[in-house]
């Protein structure tokens, strides 16, 4: 075995041969997990249920409708058949112009009609993974270092860094202020990483964050903006859950702070990426978008999208779904509503067992404080914890450490990608290990009386959970108020 490595690395590339990908982490090992043994309420009722995937499926049949109501959309239709040689034969790189359009007007409608995006700015790529590398090209050549605040995607290890051979240089970030941006971490960061002879040449940050939930307030954008035009380095503003903020305090795009401070900055140092995955809830169309300020970067990124189109007939259906005014609407304001009642669900359910989470008010996942769960405040324990709930809980949730987080006890853990009873039975697994770990003599602090539970205290408590989670009907199920 060992000669045939040594004889792989010999005649394949260093990417070839390496585990630059990424896999080699908690966050894709849960996933694994999951995919050996998926849950299935008829066939595996036993098997692991899946938190672990940021995808959100909680609008589609709002989309099912849509795309059944305007069979013209596709080319795969009687209605839509006579256009089929006009998209099917050859288009440039620049993205079919009405898809273009469209895009530009849904990124204007989601953050509010406070920005304006120009169609022609628009780079179309394989994904949002598609348009970070794109944008990381052009950028950073290999030995750079971008600054990327903590806790952050794992994917980012990946889609910035595997093939580029730019460097992640991370910006600590702790529970003490809500894992919230500093100038002073980031300054700390940039001259680390000058220390340790990296060249500086960006700041990435994820609004609404990935995993926390929670979006970046003016005052942070506009910190981050004067940063990276103090340093003349460039800001990358990763905008791909912008449409899943359900509760206060709304979104606001960098391209709001941008226009505001227009007159002290340079637009060609602001980027965004942006996709219709999470938003919209369309992985699967592959529908990734860079939109810069930066003429060079738009030229040089629309060349290399040439590696990663979108196929014209899913630029034709989306073209024209977004070009629907009123579905839009509608969408956008149901999409929310169902993400603030979902979110509900999981934190009432987890608060009634004293399992507390970050308040978050976006995305498709809540930040879950496990801490004190822990068996020692070390990652070893977090990793310890987290096999548990992979091996005995069945519950793919992602551990802090995966996210690249300071402290351990965190766990990201996904609401939207399932349906309603599948929920229930996540959230009633969660909560009967939580109890009867508390429950677990081991567990008890005997130096905090107060943490003590009786052993009926608890039953009561986690029967009281079961009815609310497994006796209420649907009906009344999404109507539970926070």
Request: charged residues 25%; hydrophobic residues 35%; aromatic residues 10%.
């Amino acid at each position: 075995m060992e000669l045939v490595l040594r004889n792989q690395e010999q005649v394949l590339s260093k990417i070839a041969t390496s585990d630059g990908h990424g896999e080699n982490s908690a966050y894709f090992d849960g996933w694994k997990a999951y995919d050996s043994d998926p849950y299935n309420p008829v066939n595996n009722p036993d098997g692991v249920i899946q938190m672990g995937l940021s995808e959100n499926q909680l609008s589609f049949d709002l989309v099912q409708e849509w795309v059944l109501s305007h069979p013209e959309a596709s080319l795969c239709t009687p209605e839509g058949a006579r256009e089929f040689k006009d998209i099917a034969i050859f288009q440039d790189y620049h993205g079919l112009q009405e898809f273009r359009n469209a895009v530009a007007r849904f990124m204007e409608r989601v953050r509010g009609n406070r920005a304006v995006f120009d169609p022609d700015r628009i780079v179309m790529s394989g994904g949002a993974t598609g348009a970070q590398e794109t944008l990381t090209f052009c950028l950073a050549d290999p030995g750079d270092a971008i600054l990327v605040p903590t806790p952050y995607y794992p994917g980012n290890d990946r889609d910035l860094t595997w093939r580029t051979r730019v460097c992640l240089f991370p910006v600590i970030c702790d529970s003490s202020n809500g894992f919230k941006i500093t100038r002073e971490g980031v300054e700390s960061a940039y001259y680390k990483a000058q220390d340790s002879n990296l060249r500086v040449k960006g700041l990435l940050i994820n609004n609404p964050s990935n995993p926390l939930g929670t979006v970046l307030d003016r005052e942070t954008l506009t910190e981050c903006l004067r940063f990276t035009q103090d340093k003349n380095i460039h800001l990358i503003c990763d905008e791909i859950y912008s449409a899943t903020v359900f509760r206060q305090p709304g979104f606001v795009s960098i391209a709001e702070i941008m226009q505001e401070n227009l007159s002290r900055c340079d637009p060609n140092l602001v980027h965004i990426v942006y996709s219709l995955s999470k938003d919209l809830g369309f992985p699967g169309f592959r529908v990734g978008i860079l939109y810069s300020y930066n003429d060079a970067v738009v030229t040089t990124a629309r060349k290399m999208s040439s590696f990663g189109l979108v196929s014209t007939q899913t630029q034709r259906l989306i073209a024209s779904m977004l070009s629907d005014e009123s579905f839009v609407e509608m969408f956008l304001q149901e999409s929310t509503r169902r993400l603030g009642t979902r979110h509900r669900m999981m934190s009432k359910a987890l608060a009634q067992v004293g399992i507390g989470s970050l308040r978050g008010n976006a995305g498709l996942y809540g930040w879950m404080d496990l801490r004190r769960l822990l068996k020692a405040p070390t990652f070893e324990a977090e990793m310890e914890l987290w096999h548990v709930i992979i091996d005995d809980v069945k519950i793919n949730v992602s551990p802090g450490a995966s996210f690249h987080c300071s402290e351990p006890g965190w766990f990201r853990v996904c609401f939207a990608n399932m349906d309603e009873e599948t929920m229930v039975v996540a959230l009633y697994r969660i909560c009967k290990f939580v109890v009867h770990n508390k429950e677990s003599p081991e567990n008890v602090d005997r130096r905090k009386p107060c943490q003590r539970r009786s052993k009926l205290e608890i039953s009561v408590s986690f029967r009281r959970l079961k009815d609310e989670l497994l006796m209420t009907p649907r009906s009344a199920m999404v109507q539970v108020k926070e």
